[in-house]
């Protein structure tokens, strides 16, 4: 079946650190990947995507590079804010299969002034 | 375009009573989403519709859970005799039908089974 794994928060960070999320996936077909943030009190928010190999999704200065050699999709950012404190999700989906999401478990991300 | 909404936004009920939730999809979508969370974990895929018809269930639907959209639009989630275990929050989500579709999801409901 597809999964995704993602590294466990909570990470806390000062503002202006280097942020990175692992994110390894597992998947039956081709997939598309995805991450996905959660605000505090809000809902999921799509945050970036790329559908094929050494594609580059990137959005509100995150970055995350579809890595087909070692499965990975993993989230960067360069410098991040006290606003970028959230819950992230990396997901997949397989055309084929419908296009249902499969989520990681979620990272919790704090960042500290 | 005004967003996936969802009604209600909590919910409070004593196990054995049965409970529907509402998802109000983005108007030109196609296909729509449901989706189970709890707290700490990801969301899990529950069940989904491309316009009134229910293409796919989720083993984590049990004969309790039933999902409807009878004219391709909103969809409910009748959650029957609920238990202890259906607390959660239950996010709706819905799609245009193309290949490499964005799903973009509503505020969800927060169930707590007492």
């Known amino acids: 079946g597809n999964s995704v794994t993602q590294m466990e928060g909570p990470v806390t960070l000062s503002e202006e650190a280097f942020l990175t999320i692992n994110c390894t996936y597992t998947?039956?077909?081709?997939?598309?990947l995805f991450w996905y943030v959660q605000y505090p009190g809000e809902g999921l928010q799509l945050l970036l995507k790329?559908?094929?190999?050494?594609d580059k999704g990137s959005n509100k200065g995150f970055e995350a590079t579809y890595r087909k050699e070692t499965t990975s999709f993993h989230l960067e950012k360069g410098s991040v804010q006290v606003s970028d404190s959230a819950v992230y999700f990396c997901?997949?989906?397989?055309?084929?299969?419908?296009?249902?999401?499969?989520f990681g478990g979620g990272t919790r991300v704090l960042v500290k002034p | 375009d005004t967003g996936v909404s969802q009604d209600p936004r909590h919910k409070i009920t004593k196990r054995g009573q049965n409970v529907t939730f509402r998802c109000d999809p983005i108007s030109e979508h196609n296909r729509l989403y449901w989706y189970r969370q709890t707290l700490g974990q990801g969301p899990e895929f529950l069940t989904y519709?491309?316009?009134?018809?229910?293409?796919?269930k989720s083993r984590l639907l049990s004969d309790r859970f039933s999902a409807e959209r009878p004219k391709g639009s909103f969809s409910t989630l009748e959650i029957q005799r609920t238990e202890q275990g259906d607390s959660a929050m239950y996010l709706c989500?819905?799609?245009?039908?193309?290949?490499?579709?964005?799903?973009?999801f509503g505020p969800g409901t927060r169930l707590t089974v007492l």
């Open positions: 997901a997949l989906t397989i055309g084929a299969a419908g296009n249902k999401l499969t």
């Open positions: 998947a039956t077909g081709y997939p598309s």
């Open positions: 790329a559908t094929k190999a050494d």
């Open positions: 989500a819905s799609s245009r039908d193309s290949s490499y579709n964005e799903q973009f």
């Open positions: 519709f491309q316009n009134e018809a229910q293409l796919e």
